[in-house]
């Protein structure tokens, strides 16, 4: 069955420091890698997608992924974090036998000056 | 850009009645979707709909909810009889294609609370 885990429900970064938030899946094929964020207030904006091909995706407002098949990963990073990043971030799969998605509990990231 | 919009924001209703949440998809899109996301718990999939019918749903989405389009603009969710359980966070989705290579439009969310 298809699984995400995001193992750090919270994360407290500096602002200027960079930030790496974990994703892990579980799917038995070649996985479709999304990335949301969803500030407060706001509806789940894509940061960025992978499905095929290059295997570090650059997303919106600096935001890159790293897909790695061997560990079944898809960590979101960001080399400088701003104080405006602050939200919570959703890492989700999609599957090439249907039309959902597997989101993961999310993991919440608070910057501090 | 274009938005999915929701509405209520926010409702609360007593345990047994009735609840429509309701949205307004980005206007050329063909494909619409309702998730929900119980506090604490992961942004889970309801249904997807193309076509003026379901295309899929999850184990979740039993006989007390429904969806309907009943217009050219707005995409609903009926809940019959809530219950305790149905508290959460719903949200509304579209897009023009499938998720493979179609980026999903999320709406903001309806928090339902149920008492």
């Known amino acids: 069955a298809q699984s995400v885990t995001q193992p750090d429900i919270h994360i407290t970064v500096s602002e200027g420091a960079s930030l790496e938030l974990r994703c892990n899946y579980s799917?038995?094929?070649?996985?479709?890698l999304f990335w949301y964020v969803q500030s407060p207030g706001q509806g789940l904006q894509l940061l960025l997608k992978?499905?095929?091909?290059?295997?570090l995706v650059q997303g919106i407002k600096g935001f890159e992924a790293e897909f790695k098949r061997s560990q079944s990963s898809f960590n979101l990073r960001k080399p400088s974090v701003h104080w405006s990043d602050a939200a919570e971030y959703f890492c989700?799969?999609?599957?090439?036998?249907?039309?959902?998605?597997?989101f993961g509990t999310g993991t919440s990231l608070t910057v501090i000056p | 850009e274009p938005e999915v919009t929701q509405t209520p924001s926010h409702q609360v209703t007593q345990m047994g009645q009735e609840v429509i949440l309701r949205c307004v998809p980005i206007?050329?899109?063909?494909?619409f979707y309702w998730y929900r996301q119980i506090l604490g718990q992961k942004v889970e999939f309801l249904v997807s709909?193309?076509?003026?019918?379901?295309?899929?749903k999850s184990e979740i989405f039993d006989d007390q909810f429904s969806v309907e389009r009943p217009d050219g603009s707005n995409f609903t969710l009926k809940i019959r009889s809530t219950k305790l359980e149905d508290s959460a966070m719903y949200f509304c989705?579209?897009?023009?294609?499938?998720?493979?290579?179609?980026?999903?439009?999320f709406g903001e969310g309806s928090w339902l609370t149920v008492v």
């Open positions: 799917y038995g094929a070649t996985p479709y």
């Open positions: 992978y499905f095929s091909g290059d295997t």
């Open positions: 709909f193309y076509n003026n019918e379901i295309s899929e």
């Open positions: 989705a579209s897009s023009r294609g499938t998720l493979l290579g179609n980026t999903i439009y």
């Open positions: 989700a799969v999609g599957t090439n036998t249907g039309n959902q998605f597997y």
């Open positions: 206007s050329n899109h063909l494909y």
